[in-house]
């Protein structure tokens, strides 16, 4: 079976700083789909960045990047000159194929200091 | 604007009673998911359905049942054997494959959730 781990329960970063949040997944597929989302305290899961396993480019969606190493099954997170919006939850996920639910990690609470 | 719709926000449940969660999407998807949110677990997947008239049981479907009679709704109901139903629950919904080919990877669109507690 499938899992994802998120191996950091809390991370901090000072504001205008750059983070890195953890992922790393077991899986056997060679077609999947892994993204990261955020969670406001308002709740509301909001897609920040996704990957395609077949695409050996990283994902970069403005501030947002991702460190995929497939061979390694992990695909980091990294936050550039953080904003104190970026407080969140954030949830890294993995999905089999191009369809179909997502698995999630445990999630990282992300702090910003002013 | 297109998105998905779960009401109630809040909901207050006394042992015993069933409860059902409404979720409904207009952004024309096929797929739909419910999780169960937990402080410290993540996401957990309880039904999802590929399409109407057709659903599957999650990790933790004990004590949760689903129905898929329109394509726009997937209503949840949390019966009185779910033992534990105080959660955080989100619904989600996502394009087919054959959408998702000409957009590339697809993703799963989120609802603002619903809080259930038991009293």
């Known amino acids: 079976a499938q899992t994802v781990t998120q191996s950091q329960p809390e991370m901090s970063v000072q504001e205008a700083e750059t983070v890195t949040l953890s992922c790393t997944y077991d899986?056997?597929?060679?077609?999947?789909?892994l993204f990261w989302y955020k969670q406001p305290p308002s709740r509301q899961m909001i897609l920040v960045i996704r990957?395609?396993?077949?695409?050996?480019q990283n994902a970069t969606e403005n501030r947002f990047s991702v460190n995929f190493q497939k061979a390694a099954k992990s695909f980091s997170l990294k936050i550039s000159d953080s904003q104190l919006g970026d407080a969140a939850m954030y949830f890294c996920a993995y999905r089999r194929g191009s369809q179909g639910n997502l698995i999630f990690g445990k999630g990282t609470k992300l702090s910003v200091k002013p | 604007d297109g998105g998905i719709t779960q009401s109630p926000k809040y909901l207050f449940r006394k042992e015993g009673q069933n409860v059902t969660l409404s979720c409904e999407q207009n952004l024309n998807h096929d797929a739909m998911y419910w999780y169960r949110q937990d402080p410290g677990q993540g996401l957990r997947l309880i039904y999802y359905s590929q399409i109407v008239n057709d659903f599957q049981k999650g990790d933790i479907a004990e004590g949760y049942s689903v129905s898929r009679e329109k394509k726009e709704s997937f209503p949840l109901t949390v019966t009185s054997a779910q033992k534990n139903p105080t959660a955080f629950y989100l619904c989600?919904?996502?394009?087919?494959?054959?959408?998702?080919?000409?957009?590339?990877?697809?993703?799963?669109?989120f609802g603002a959730g619903s809080r259930l507690t038991v009293l």
């Open positions: 989600a919904s996502s394009a087919n494959q054959d959408r998702v080919r000409l957009r590339g990877a697809n993703v799963l669109t």
């Open positions: 899986t056997s597929e060679s077609d999947y789909y």
């Open positions: 990957q395609e396993a077949y695409k050996q």
